[in-house]
């Protein structure tokens, strides 16, 4: 009787140092970047159009940046940085960013973080120390952005290229990265730009779980048989439960730590209407906390494709609109 006492009294005393362990973890793990997180990264110009940004102090991370311009004149420049699946062609043909100015892509350093692990070889310890992983890239993504945000800048003495006006995007989950690094130094940035951004992750990251969820176990979420109610049942829990979790640990993306802190910096955001992925929840605290001056644009429809050809023009002129009205996106030939 004893032993089973002392027993069960083991089992909930891991129980307990386990739930304190992982709650420690996430506390952590979600607290804001500060500037002096950001880490030391170069840019080299590889061709005209092709620019690599790599991390000085570990150097198997780097990523790509893609600039269109027009020839010969000196212009203001606009720095995007998209989500996880965009790529050059965000700048190509299809979607026709042929407006006045220097327009600069950059692609988000995760894709060279994805290439290089090998997850079948993962240990315990590995998938453990995910959240630091994720939280690792998040800051090397700011570094690859704020490096390049300098070199625009004044990384090249009288650059004939480049003005000192700079407008910082972001679209969807890259949405975050300008807006944080805009708040560490907000005098370097004369616009910003949020499209299709989001906060509340548990929000967001919720319904996607589930309806994968349901998928995965082939269920539909209206059947009316009871065996199926209930799986269905659970796959929402977990769905919830995983959502509260991840919510937690990507805390330190969510933008309204940083976007009090941005002051003179005119900012816009491109909002979708009907858009699945992006509840009212997760947008309106992104408001609510931004200081002016603000605006926004709502667009009908979804959340941006980038695949699309019409979305990429339809919110590329949009983009050019409301940076031409803010007198940040000119052109003027160069001294020589």
């Known amino acids: 009787m004893k032993f089973g006492r002392f027993l069960l009294l083991l089992i909930v005393s ?97 894709h060279s973080f994805l290439l290089r692990q090998h997850w079948k070889n993962w240990s315990l310890l590995d998938w453990w120390e995910i959240p630091e992983k994720m939280r690792e890239e998040s800051r090397h993504t700011l ?12 990384g090249k003495l009288a650059d004939p290229r480049f003005t000192d006006k700079i407008v910082l995007a972001g679209g969807s989950v890259g949405a975050a990265f300008p807006v944080i690094l805009t708040s560490f130094a907000p005098e370097k940035v004369a616009g910003l730009m949020i499209i299709y951004g989001f906060t509340n992750f548990q929000q967001v990251i919720q319904p996607l779980l589930f309806s994968q969820g349901l998928l995965h176990f082939d269920l539909t979420e209206f059947n009316p048989d009871f065996s199926t109610k209930t799986k269905v049942a659970g796959v929402r829990m977990l769905s919830h439960i995983l959502s509260f979790l991840l919510g937690n640990i990507f805390k330190y993306g969510e933008m309204e730590s940083y976007l009090p802190y941005i002051y003179e910096t005119p900012i816009h955001f491109i ?19 931004s200081p002016e001056p603000k605006s926004e644009t709502w667009i009908k429809g979804g959340h941006f494709n980038p695949g699309n050809p019409e979305d990429m023009l339809r919110v590329g002129k949009l983009m050019y609109e409301w940076t031409d009205a803010q007198g940040l996106r000119s052109c003027h030939v160069a001294k020589q």
């Open 143 to 154: 570094g690859a952005l704020n490096a390049l945000l300098n070199y625009v800048q004044g």
């Open 14 to 110: 891991v129980i307990i140092l386990v739930i304190s362990g992982v709650a420690f973890k996430i506390y952590l793990v979600q607290q804001p970047f500060q500037a002096d997180d950001v880490p030391e990264w170069t840019v080299t110009e590889l061709t005209a159009l092709t620019w690599e940004l790599r991390s000085v102090d570990d150097p198997e991370r780097s990523t790509t940046a893609w600039i269109t311009r027009p020839e010969k004149l000196k212009c203001d420049t606009l720095i995007l940085i998209g989500g996880v699946e965009e790529g050059e062609n965000l700048l190509a043909g299809g979607g026709k960013w042929k407006y006045t100015g220097n327009t600069i892509l950059m692609k988000q350093p995760v």
């Open 271 to 289: 909002n979708g209407t009907n858009d699945p992925l992006v509840p009212p929840e997760a947008y309106l605290p992104l408001w609510e906390s």
